[in-house]
């Protein structure tokens, strides 16, 4: 890749100033000119008024519906994980009843501590509801270790892209450069 001139980095800041400059001046001028207006012929007060009732049913339209749905939920409703229409009996028995471990476990806040004997805990009944009764929680195929790893980690993604600001922009160096 060929170093960029000063002059062309100049002139592409340029050209980004004056593409908002020409959407930016003449807005700022029509509001302007337009609060002269209302404040000329006494029409400010009822501008005023007509905004602030309308910014105030907007925010009771925003809340309403936030308020409601945060009384039904559960602790596993906001993960986004349901279950498989494709999956056979004993599979979503043992969703239901990972399910409702996790709700009961999670009614209350857990430390973090707590979250990685939850987390061995779940897959304990998983296991215990899913698989052979001789299987252990960790006794599993490499095609189903994989499948695990790819759902975890798109939803992870989903997640750190939904509620982490600028992830996409975040590099990870090689580890050869952490050492240092």
């Known amino acids: 890749m060929k170093p960029r001139r000063p002059i062309s980095g100049w002139l592409m800041r340029a050209e980004r100033l004056a593409a908002v400059g020409a959407v930016a001046i003449p807005m700022a001028a029509a509001v302007i000119f337009g609060f002269l207006y209302l404040i000329e012929h006494g029409w400010i007060w009822y501008f ?45 028995k ?55 790893t790819e759902r975890v980690s798109s939803r992870f993604r989903a997640d750190l892209r939904r509620h982490v600001p600028f992830s996409d922009s975040l590099s990870l160096p090689p580890a050869s450069r952490c050492a240092r």
Request: hydrophobic share 50%.
């Open 94 to 148: 043992a969703y239901e009843a990972a399910t409702q471990l996790i709700d009961a476990r999670l009614a209350a806040p857990l430390p973090w501590d707590q979250l990685q004997p939850l987390a061995i805990e779940v897959i304990e009944v998983i296991a215990a509801h899913s698989g052979d009764k001789g299987k252990s929680a960790f006794d599993f195929t490499l095609p189903e270790a994989l499948l695990l």
């Open 48 to 92: 005023a008024m007509v905004s602030a009732a309308l910014s105030l049913i907007a925010f009771a339209i925003r809340r309403w519906p936030r308020r409601k749905s945060a009384r039904v939920q559960s602790p596993t409703a906001e993960t986004g994980v349901a279950a498989n229409p494709e999956w056979d009996a004993r599979a979503g």
